[in-house]
């Protein structure tokens, strides 16, 4: 229906229904609702106010109607056809079956579903805007894969790993070619041949270390393990002043300059979002040393966007150093179900203005980024962070028509030479190295929940979670002191808090002496019984940690003292720690996996939970009342259990 056709108003009329009540029909119910689409495509933002269901299903609907798959008459004898046999599974994909992307590239364009085509564009650009609305202003280029945080690293670092092989070819064949053109003319084709096995046969060392600074989530470890490539891990210390478990930065330095595999590091892996005590890694100094070794820097920000401290230490670690690309997840950050992942990178460092709600002035160019006014009549472009040193340290400005930069033998400022086209960016690369066609179901999802939060009601809920951090940090605080135990410090963490549990053991930990050592770690164990008494009174979420046994004989890699040791023997988990409970994740062995460190923690068991984006008030103060309740009923069945093994021990 085409509200913008005046004959179609008329013949409504001649039905019996007034021509004015037809026109108000129109322009309230159908005109109203196109304007918005045609302002989404026009600015390619997040509209101010969230849209009602309706707008968004009719926009879904439109969209839907231009994929092949929906045309009239349409006669598909190809082999992929979007054809879809339940009419179930079409209403829940709105009529949209022709995925996302082509087997060159994942954001190319379809010529059979331009709708589908359009939707991954937006989605895109919503989302970017979206990732500068929670504070990473610096992000230029944008991708939503269908694909969740672990598997989205996995193709960042193979597009790094493949960006370094290529490279090593070329160098190879210049080398190649230099040698073939200083031999003698009588020895050509004999040497020529030679020189050309030599690649072959003496094959030159390409890179495949990850620097991983340890956090105890799997999908970290199996990103890099996946990709082909071979993590080194560094431990982390504690804090001298809090309970915080830190970015070993002397030892990332020595591995850096010392390692015997320090030529075959392609990059550094840190980590923003993590389970209490961990901090999130001192990614700003991370990006310094990255950008003075030239070593790709990827930040794994899960759930970073929620916290404003988080995005601003990543603004700041792409304005002094090296970041290559930022990987955050869907549904922790949009509140969406699990699937995708959002990939950024930045524009270089020192370059233009800062995108997003903090950008003054700027004009959309093709792509719907923000270019400073002076940078495009200057013709600058902004060199991404991953095309080298120089490149990071330096703006590449060639003027159009500036006499005095030109020598005598350049061309006359009548007929310039235009500007030099900028490297393409990971996320490019990374699209292009994607393999076939994807399933963009996360991307209907998120470009759903965008168009309906609106930049109001996302700002709303990232202020929401901000203001309940003292109820949950409160509460948390007067809930461990009752029961003997204490808050961890960890003023680094926002996100994630961490209670100990000492005060539940019968025997308190320290020089006291044990019967046995074994009773002693038994009894830890059954602290995870805590845990399962809050799943079964509806708590999910929370965490029992047990670390590595305090009368551990490992030397502890908690001392600062510590990253004095060698490099090559603190990257890698130490298997004889006398830990009863070993776990193994992607063939590396741990004790007290799940604490971020092999070595002994001084403050002992602990559990953690999150003030997460999406929790409501109601739910934080029924989760301090069920903890509550669940320490206090485990307190006594570990007072009834201790006074039957009493009595057990008197009849003996």
């Not at 598909?76 to 995925?99: C, D, M």
């Not at 330095?253 to 840190?270: E, G, M, V």
Request: hydrophobic share 35%.
């Amino acid at each position: 229906m085409d509200p913008n056709d005046p004959s179609l108003a008329t013949l409504c009329a001649q039905l019996g229904v007034s021509n004015t009540y037809v026109t108000q029909g129109f322009e309230a119910g159908i005109r109203k609702r196109h304007a918005l689409y045609k302002q989404l495509v026009a600015h390619r933002r997040l509209p101010d106010q969230g849209w009602d269901d309706e707008t968004i299903e009719g926009v879904l609907h439109d969209l839907a109607m231009m994929d092949s798959n929906n045309f009239l008459g349409n006669v598909g004898v190809g082999e992929r056809e979007a054809r879809i046999f339940s009419s179930l599974v079409r209403r829940r994909h709105f009529g949209l079956g022709h995925g996302m992307g082509r087997s060159g590239d994942i954001n190319e364009p379809q010529p059979k579903a331009a709708g589908s085509s359009l939707l991954v564009r937006l989605t895109n650009l919503l989302a970017l805007d979206a990732v500068r609305l929670a504070g990473l202003t610096r992000m230029q280029d944008c991708v939503v894969l269908p694909l969740a945080t672990g598997m989205a690293m996995t193709m960042t670092l193979l597009t790094l790993r493949q960006d370094a092989e290529k490279k090593e070819e070329e160098e190879e064949e210049e080398e190649e070619e230099e040698e073939e053109e200083g031999k003698a003319a009588e020895k050509t084709s004999t040497l020529r041949s030679a020189s050309s096995l030599a690649p072959l046969l003496l094959p030159y060392p390409r890179p495949h270390y990850v620097i991983f600074p340890r956090i105890d989530q799997k999908s970290c470890l199996k990103a890099i393990v996946t990709a082909g490539l071979t993590p080194l891990l560094l431990p982390p210390i504690l804090s001298p002043t809090t309970d915080e478990l830190q970015t070993n930065l002397p030892l990332l330095l020595s591995l850096l300059q010392d390692h015997p595999a320090k030529t075959n590091i392609l990059a550094i892996l840190s980590t923003t979002s993590c389970f209490a005590p961990r901090a999130p890694d001192n990614i700003v100094e991370i990006a310094r040393l990255a950008s003075e070794f030239n070593i790709s820097h990827i930040i794994n920000n899960a759930y970073g966007l929620q916290c404003s401290k988080t995005t601003h230490q990543i603004n700041e670690a792409c304005r002094v150093g090296r970041v290559d690309a930022v990987v955050q997840s869907t549904d922790k950050n949009f509140l969406v179900p699990v699937g995708g992942s959002v990939v950024v990178s930045p524009r270089g460092r020192g370059v233009g203005r800062e995108g997003g709600a903090g950008e003054r002035e700027g004009k959309a160019d093709a792509g719907g980024e923000k270019v400073g006014k002076k940078e495009k009549e200057a013709g600058a472009w902004t060199t991404p962070p991953n095309a080298g040193m120089s490149a990071i340290r330096t703006t590449t400005t060639t003027p159009y028509n500036n006499s005095s930069s030109h020598s005598t033998s350049s061309p006359s400022p009548t007929s310039p030479n235009p500007p030099s086209i900028p490297p393409s960016s990971l996320v490019t690369r990374l699209c292009r190295m994607y393999p076939g066609r994807a399933n963009a179901t996360p991307l209907h999802d998120l470009f759903i929940t965008l168009l309906s939060l609106g930049r109001s009601g996302y700002l709303s809920l990232l202020q929401e979670r901000k203001s309940l951090l003292p109820l949950m940090r409160g509460g948390l605080r007067a809930i461990a002191e009752k029961h003997g135990g204490r808050l961890l410090s960890t003023p680094g963490n926002t996100i994630s808090f961490a209670v100990t549990l000492n005060g539940l053991l019968c025997s308190k930990k320290g020089d006291e002496a044990r019967n046995d050592e074994d009773d002693a770690e038994d009894e830890e164990d059954e602290l995870s019984l805590l845990g399962a008494m809050l799943f079964t009174r509806g708590v999910s979420g929370t965490r029992v940690v047990i670390p590595a046994p305090a009368y551990s004989s490992l030397h502890s890699s908690l001392s600062p003292s510590a990253t004095r040791s060698s490099s090559s023997s603190s990257t890698t988990p130490n298997s004889s720690t006398p830990h009863r409970k070993m776990k193994t994740v992607a063939g590396l062995s741990f004790a007290g996996y799940g604490s971020h460190s092999d070595a002994r923690y001084p403050p002992g068991p602990y559990l953690t939970a999150a003030c997460a984006l999406g929790v409501r008030k109601e739910e934080v103060e029924e989760f301090l009342k069920k903890l509550d309740r669940a320490m206090t009923d485990f307190m006594k069945m570990r007072a009834k259990k201790g006074r039957r093994k009493k009595e057990e021990r008197a009849t003996r």
